[in-house]
């Protein structure tokens, strides 16, 4: 099984950047899509972003204009730049292969994302 690891994460001000990365510990051109999970304290886990096998993405309104998702399928590692942060953007992200069900329960660790306004 494909273990994926999130790093990249921080304190940033409202305003700031950062990129999140997540390097997987095998091959991820086999998967039919990448995705960027969140979870802020109290709150549901939400998919903020997904990128196909093809390149196609798709994001959360409260994301779009503001993130990217990108994967490299020779690095095995999916990118996703956060630019315009804003303090409601504080949560821990987790990668996936995509779309999860209910009962995934392959989250990794995850890489906390803290926005000061």
């Known amino acids: 099984q494909v273990q994926l690891v999130e790093s990249g994460g921080g304190l940033v001000q409202a305003g700031g950047s950062l990129r999140l990365s997540c390097a997987a510990s095998?091959?991820?051109?086999?998967?039919?899509?990448m995705g960027w999970y969140r979870q802020a304290p109290g709150k549901q886990r939400e998919l903020v972003a997904r990128?196909?096998?093809?390149?196609?993405?798709d994001y959360a309104d409260s994301v779009k204009g503001r993130f990217t998702i990108s994967r490299d399928n020779a690095k095995n590692t999916v990118y996703l730049q956060m630019n315009s942060l804003k303090s409601e953007d504080t949560a821990v992200y987790y990668c996936?292969?995509?779309?999860?069900?209910?009962?995934?329960?392959?989250w990794g660790q995850g890489t906390q994302v803290t926005v000061s306004s």
């Open positions: 996936t292969p995509g779309r999860v069900s209910p009962g995934y329960s392959s």
């Open positions: 095998g091959s991820i051109a086999s998967f039919n899509a």
């Open positions: 990128i196909t096998k093809g390149g196609t993405t």
